[in-house]
């Protein structure tokens, strides 16, 4: 019996079982990075997260489009619809053509998408490109839902009902976050387009009926969303700061260009189901971009930790949770990490071939009919943890109980771990213990050159030399390394950041 896929519908605050709109697929958007700086590890955690619900549609045998944006204008200093916009402040302040930014911390995030071992969407949309497409979504709506200021074109709120159910959040104190603009009817009103000050000229800007200018970040998300997936589609993403003002202004706009109703029903907001993430939360305050040296994966990369490593510590809480980083759990992660490889390497020496991934993926039914006998019952447990809204934190568990099966034969132990994996997508079938030891920034000696003292002094400790081994593990220390004798991991040295 097939457990029911159940996901948190934010927009209605319960657990709901999944039912697509098409039959067999699963259409999913989900909200990109703004370019205009490197993504932080706090952001990288909601691509994480969608990664995992993509992964677990899969592995229900859904045929999924995923489709991720990139930002690249639009999007203002404050998420609250005020300020500057983020491209042009930072091509400013570079001193750089926009799209050269652009360009670049676009490839700095797909680079941090692949470390994290993140599946790449069925398309990645640039906001850029769907403009014209923008400027005529703004058209259709404007005359029953928007007017029109000297600074641009605004939506307004009371012309769609509930407004702000997402956000649970319809007081002043609320709506005091968002900028006030003389002329506005409401105070959550929001610019869909942004004209270009008198005088001024932006690097983005195009024509349009209302003037030249730039769209607001929410016009983006739902034009592009409705274009690739249609109104509705299954699940929108985000992070849980998307859930206060950015989601309801997008849900408004896809009612009004629908001409939907109450939110009462959810495919009314153009999607069945919202979800969010929480937020990772760093003490010292260095997730922010704007304290300068913030937390970012090269920089935990920098310091030795493989970016897998934090993908499970991103695992071991439930998406929902927030979670607090800090080094010593990173490094409890990274060990983790490490005793899995350890057990998938023992199993690995036992088997003359390794198992093969079924034609279209490690879906439940192709595990199924893969792997039996004892490892049937775990599979089950497996696929009911990711089934109750990605409990992924259990999901840990039932794997960790096959790697420490060792008495089963190893080949279908491998097939369980290799099933189970394609949702986590930790690597554990492709990684080896070496690849999770990275050289530090500023160590001053190579993994090689580790290895060859490491070599000599078991062959001095083996001839009971322990002079000569005491004075290589001094000459290995001198150099920043940790040598850890009787490491019941079998890890014996270490590079420290």
């Given amino acids: ?50 990664d995992l619900l993509g992964r677990t549609l899969s592995w229900k045998g859904y045929k999924l489009t995923h489709i991720i944006n990139i930002t690249d204008v639009g999007h203002l200093t404050d998420d609250a619809d005020a300020g500057e916009d983020k491209m042009e402040k930072r091509a400013a302040e570079k001193a750089q053509s926009i799209w050269d930014i ?8 797909w680079d941090d998408v692949k470390a994290l071992n993140i599946r790449q969407p069925k398309e990645w949309t640039i906001a850029t490109k769907f403009v014209p497409q923008m400027i005529e979504f703004a058209k259709s709506i404007a005359d029953k839902h928007c007017y029109e200021l000297d600074s641009g074109l605004y939506f307004d709120v009371s012309t769609v009902a509930d407004y702000g159910r997402l956000a649970r959040a319809q007081t002043e ?24 000050p008198p005088g001024e000229k932006r690097q983005m800007e195009w024509d349009s009926p209302w003037g030249r200018g730039a769209p607001g970040w929410h016009l983006e998300c739902s034009v592009m969303s409705g274009a690739l997936l249609g109104f509705p589609f299954d699940i929108h993403t985000g992070g849980i700061d998307h859930r ?44 922010s971009k704007s304290s300068g040296e913030f937390l970012r994966l090269q920089l935990l990369i920098d310091k030795g930790f493989h970016p897998l490593a934090y993908r499970l510590m991103c695992l071991q809480a439930h998406y929902r949770s927030e979670l607090e980083f800090s080094w010593d759990g990173l490094e409890a992660a990274l060990t983790r990490l490490k005793r899995m ?39 089950a447990r497996f696929d009911e943890a990711i089934s109750d809204d990605l409990n992924s934190p259990q999901g840990l568990t039932v794997l960790e109980e096959v790697l420490g099966m060792k008495k089963l034969d190893p080949l279908h132990r491998l ?26 920034k500023g160590a001053v000696i190579d993994a090689a050159e580790v290895e060859a003292v490491i070599a000599s002094r078991k062959e001095a400790r083996a001839a009971k030399d322990f002079a000569r081994s005491d004075a290589l593990r001094d000459e290995l220390s001198a150099k920043g390394v940790e040598v850890m004798d009787g490491d019941p991991l079998g890890w014996e040295w270490k590079l420290p950041a």
């Avoid at 104190?173 to 270009?196: H, L, Q, Y």
């Avoid at 309801?248 to 009462?264: T, V």
Wanted: proline share 5%; hydrophobic share 40%; aromatic share 8%.
């Fill in 173 to 196: 104190e609320g709506e005091g976050r968002i900028e006030a603009v003389e002329g506005k009817r409401n105070a959550a009103d929001f610019a869909i387009w942004r004209k270009t």
């Fill in 341 to 379: 490889l350890i057990a998938v390497e023992t199993a690995k020496a036992r088997v003359e071939e390794m198992p093969q991934e079924p034609e279209g993926g490690w879906t439940l039914d192709a595990a199924r009919g893969e792997i039996g006998g004892a490892l049937l019952p775990l599979l």
């Fill in 102 to 109: 652009a360009q670049h911390y676009t490839e700095a995030y």
């Fill in 244 to 287: 206060e003002i950015h989601h309801p202004n997008e849900i408004a706009q896809n009612q009004a260009f629908c001409g939907c109703g109450s939110l009462a029903e959810p495919a009314n907001s153009g999607a069945k189901l919202w979800m969010h993430n929480n937020f990772l939360v760093e003490r010292s305050g260095k997730m």
């Fill in 415 to 440: 097939q369980a771990i290799a099933a189970m994996d394609a949702v986590l997508g930790l690597g554990l079938l492709t990684l080896d213990r070496a690849d999770l030891r990275i050289r530090p």
């Fill in 1 to 50: 019996m097939t457990t029911p896929l159940y996901l948190f519908n934010s927009l209605t605050r319960q657990r709901e079982m999944f039912q697509p709109v098409h039959a067999g697929e699963a259409r999913v958007y989900s909200c990109g990075p703004t370019v205009y700086n490197y993504p932080h590890i706090g952001n990288m955690r909601a691509y994480v997260f969608a």
